[in-house]
């Protein structure tokens, strides 16, 4: 999913302070066509490290499959410790290795890295210090 497509149906929602983070020079500008604040980043660490704002809410959709496999724990401790809020919530969407289409997810983009399992994201979460688990699942 597009940044802009995440961040403009929050926005829609009445969210105001809405701040996006992207890889892609083209998702960057899409958002910025539309309005939408959102920085360049060339890696999460590098943008944590410099972040002086901690966030209530971050959502990082379809990314986590994209992180060598190696680099994925520390990444989650990365957002945990230096961007996520004490009380902030965190959402993270994956690709479902579980599901009927899973290998297909996994080499239909050939950027991706790993997939998750509901166990795999459980366990990934846990290891980087993520306490509570209110896990929805949607199999696609």
Known sequence: MWAWSLLNELRKLGYINIHGIDISDESVEACKAKGIFITKIDTIEKFAENSLIKYDFITMSHVLE???????????????????????????????????????????DFTHTTLFTSGSIYYVL???GFQKYPFRSLWY
């Open 66 to 108: 994209h992180i060598e496999k190696i680099n994925i724990i520390d990444t989650l401790i990365t957002i945990k410790s230096y961007l996520l809020a004490e009380s902030g919530s965190f959402v993270v969407m994956v690709p479902n290795a579980q599901s009927v289409t899973g290998a297909y997810w996994m080499y239909e």
């Open 126 to 128: 846990k290891s980087a």
